[in-house]
């Protein structure tokens, strides 16, 4: 069961409003390499785990995710909050504005909606702890180029920062969970005698 505290993980007060940056930053809210995919794709994949260690791993980064979901969706709402339609037409979010208003919808920044085609669930813990390592760096570098987009709004880039910083810790958890896996799926089996119980060698 989830425990919601309503407020986000890390402040967030952008003082300027400007819709060009916000159709870029979107891409982290439902882009292939962003927030919405992490969450559902480690929520799914720790059906998949041998022991309770990468369940829970993959459970707590998950629930991380959906709040780092949260918060570009307040960078996103916060860039484009009280903008003209004028100003959303001159940021090319004159599409977006079309469908879905000043609302925060789940799309890459190429303007392509999110759809589960861009995340892996594949039932073999290995393969699955190895897409989220290299989902993490593609999250770390996507935060990158957006650092660099943003660099002329302090406001942004300190939130950008710190969303960059979690996926540096989500690499190194996720490592842990694929040698834990990896250990625990090279333990050899050994026999008691009686061929119906079977158990792992320590």
Same mark, same amino acid.
């Given at each position: 069961?989830?425990?919601?505290?309503?407020?986000?993980?890390?402040?967030?007060?952008?003082?300027?409003?400007?819709?060009?940056?916000?159709?870029?930053?979107?891409?982290?809210?439902?882009?292939?390499?962003?927030?919405?995919?992490?969450?559902?794709?480690?929520?799914?994949?720790?059906?998949?785990?041998?022991?309770?260690?990468?369940?829970?791993?993959?459970?707590?980064?998950?629930?991380?995710?959906?709040?780092?979901?949260?918060?570009?969706?307040?960078?996103?709402?916060?860039?484009?909050?009280?903008?003209?339609?004028?100003?959303?037409?001159?940021?090319?979010?004159?599409?977006?504005?079309?469908?879905?208003?000043?609302?925060? $919808?789940?799309?890459?920044?190429?303007?392509?909606?999110?759809?589960?085609?861009?995340?892996?669930?594949?039932?073999?813990?290995?393969?699955?702890?190895?897409? &989220?390592?290299?989902?993490?760096?593609?999250?770390?570098?996507?935060?990158?180029?957006?650092?660099?987009?943003?660099? &002329?709004?302090?406001?942004?880039? &300190?939130?950008?920062?710190?969303?960059?910083?979690?996926?540096?810790?989500?690499?190194?958890?996720?490592?842990?969970?694929?040698?834990?896996?990896?250990?625990?799926?090279?333990?050899?089996?050994?026999?008691?005698?009686?061929?119906?119980?079977?158990? $792992?060698?320590?």
């Amino acid at each position: 069961m989830y425990h919601y505290v309503k407020n986000l993980q890390y402040p967030i007060n952008i003082k300027y409003r400007n819709p060009q940056m916000a159709k870029t930053i979107i891409s982290q809210y439902g882009g292939p390499d962003g927030e919405l995919a992490a969450s559902l794709r480690y929520l799914s994949q720790r059906f998949g785990m041998p022991d309770q260690k990468s369940k829970a791993i993959l459970n707590d980064i998950g629930t991380e995710e959906l709040d780092h979901l949260e918060m570009v969706g307040t960078i996103v709402h916060q860039l484009t909050d009280g903008a003209s339609i004028e100003e959303m037409e001159k940021a090319g979010f004159g599409p977006y504005y079309t469908d879905h208003g000043w609302g925060v $919808y789940p799309q890459a920044a190429g303007g392509f909606p999110w759809n589960a085609a861009s995340i892996a669930v594949k039932g073999d813990p290995v393969a699955d702890l190895t897409e &989220d390592l290299a989902a993490e760096q593609k999250a770390r570098a996507t935060y990158e180029k957006l650092i660099n987009l943003c660099k &002329d709004d302090k406001d942004v880039v &300190d939130v950008l920062k710190y969303l960059r910083e979690r996926e540096v810790v989500h690499f190194q958890r996720f490592g842990e969970a694929l040698n834990g896996v990896q250990e625990k799926l090279a333990q050899k089996k050994w026999y008691t005698g009686d061929t119906n119980c079977n158990r $792992y060698k320590v």
